[in-house]
């Protein structure tokens, strides 16, 4: 079955509490396991959005990295402007967007940073080129030119000939949510809202109007 045709049956079939898991990550790993079958290269790209000090909102695509029973993972220079948007708020929101089926999953949480030995395990899975450019570059910082990045990989190509180490600075970062909506879309915009939301241990269910 193509995109077409799943988003197509999906749009009629809908989407009601009684349809869905009673833990909003068993549902996530459902649906990104169905669309990540129809669009495996762009499938675990999401929007990640802070605050900066000024509270000015600030949003960029990150790629996902990980979902297990703590929540969701993804890696980065953890003194760019996101990082430290994350640092100072401890907050953030992710969002997937599935335009293909009709399909958007926003998630809300508290941010803290993964256990280093799990960031060290990533970093080491990276191909080389990453892991030097995870070096080379000093994220959000201003740059005179191409040719300033392109002198420090080459510095650091010959500093690390054979294992690159992760820096100290780039890590993983685990948002643990609070509240996650599971949007299907539907016909003339009567589109189905799911929202789990957190009280104490337990995860509430409901509707949203579209």
Known sequence: MDTAQVREELGRIGLDVSDVTSDPISQFHAWFEQWANLNPYAADTMVLSTVDADGWPDARAVLLKGVDNRGFVFYTNRRSAKGSQLENSGRAALTMVWREIERQVRIVGEVSQVPET???????????????????????????????????????????????PRPPHWGGYLIAPHRVEFWQGRPDRLHDRIRYRKETDSWILERLAP
């Open 118 to 164: 799990e960031s060290d395990k990533y970093f080491a899975s990276r191909p080389r080129g990453a892991q030097i450019g995870a070096w080379a570059s000093e994220q959000s910082t201003v740059l005179n030119s191409r040719a300033e990045l392109n002198a420090r990989v080459t510095a650091l190509e010959k500093q690390y000939p054979s294992q690159v």
